[in-house]
């Protein structure tokens, strides 16, 4: 039986580059999902009219990791959110929907698989959960999805461009 070795001493640097494009992309799924989070950890611990401010700056926070001409496809919605504005409006709206449930919401990202474009751009697709955690209980899954993006580089740092998600249950 013969063995060849893809790998040689001329590919490593480029595996070296993919292995921190692959970290940086992590990281910025992190972030961003921890934002949201956050929201739910400032609900838990905030009087009512700091809660309100600081919700809006979560979700503005949020809205911040897409591009200003951003469009996100979600499963139940008739038509995609566009720009930062739509991003924000929902995220306020969803965030107080949680709110009066009186659940926290938590997010994982995982399963990533990252492609880099020759224009610049990245494709992701990862596996994320959404669970909740109603006070006093034990957190449950609510969704399953597949999210699909498409990363753009601006001003040095990574944003949403295009987001698809889909769900398990309605796929």
Do not use: N
Not at 77 to 105: K, M, N, V
Not at 152 to 158: D, E, K, L, P, Y
Request: aromatic share 6%.
């Amino acid at each position: 039986m013969t063995v060849e070795l893809m790998a040689t001493a001329e590919h490593a640097p480029h595996r070296e580059e993919f292995a921190a494009l692959y970290a940086q992309v992590q990281q910025f799924y992190a972030h961003q999902m921890r934002i949201l989070d956050a929201d739910a950890d400032t609900d838990a611990d905030a009087d009512a009219d700091a809660d309100d401010a600081a919700a809006d700056a979560v979700e503005e926070r949020w809205a911040a990791t897409f591009t200003e001409d951003a469009v996100v496809e979600l499963p139940l919605l008739p038509a995609p959110l566009r720009a930062r504005a739509g991003l924000t409006h929902y995220a306020r709206a969803a965030a107080d929907r949680r709110r009066r449930a009186g659940s926290r919401l938590h997010h994982w990202v995982g399963m990533l698989d990252v492609r880099p474009r020759p224009d610049g751009t990245l494709h992701t697709r990862c596996s994320a959960l959404a669970h909740a955690t109603p006070p006093g209980a034990t957190s449950k899954v609510l969704y399953v999805c597949v999210m699909e993006d498409v990363l753009v580089r601006t001003h040095g740092t990574w944003r949403t461009a295009h987001r698809r998600i889909t769900r398990d249950d309605l796929a």
